[in-house]
């Protein structure tokens, strides 16, 4: 069993920054992907980054410049550094892991708000 705990989700106002972490643990074997995934009021999951173990990473259009992913693989853990945030950047952020094993884990999700 793998267990995803998500932290560092917030109220800001518009232009202001905050750092999500996903903290990985249990039966991991070795972790491929990790990103971060979001879902807004009344809109589908989507994508946000993703980043491979060797660092590679790839983002949504609507967050290229403004948000960063990182990953620690030495702790498991991945990282999404959110800089001018938006308010349509406001939805519940969920991390998402494939290991090797191609099995896929979900986190508990952490609430970001951005006022305007």
């Known amino acids: 069993q793998v267990q995803l705990v998500?932290?560092?989700g917030g109220?800001?106002?518009a232009g202001g920054s905050l750092r999500l972490s996903c903290a990985a643990s249990g039966s991991l074997f070795s972790i491929n992907n990790m990103a971060w995934?979001?879902?807004?009021p009344g809109k589908q999951r989507e994508l946000v980054a993703d980043i491979t173990r060797g660092g590679?990473?790839?983002y949504a259009d609507s967050v290229k410049g403004r948000l960063t992913i990182s990953r620690d693989n030495a702790k498991n853990t991945v990282y999404l550094q959110m800089n001018s945030?938006?308010?349509e950047?406001?939805?519940v952020y969920y991390c998402y892991v494939i290991n090797s094993a191609g099995s896929r884990y979900w986190g508990?999700?952490?609430q970001v708000t951005v006022s305007s």
Do not use: F, I, M, W
């Open 6 to 8: 998500e932290s560092g």
């Open 11 to 13: 109220v800001v106002q």
């Open 37 to 40: 995934y979001r879902q807004g």
């Open 56 to 58: 590679t990473t790839k």
């Open 85 to 87: 945030l938006k308010p």
């Open 89 to 91: 950047d406001t939805a």
């Open 108 to 110: 508990q999700g952490t």
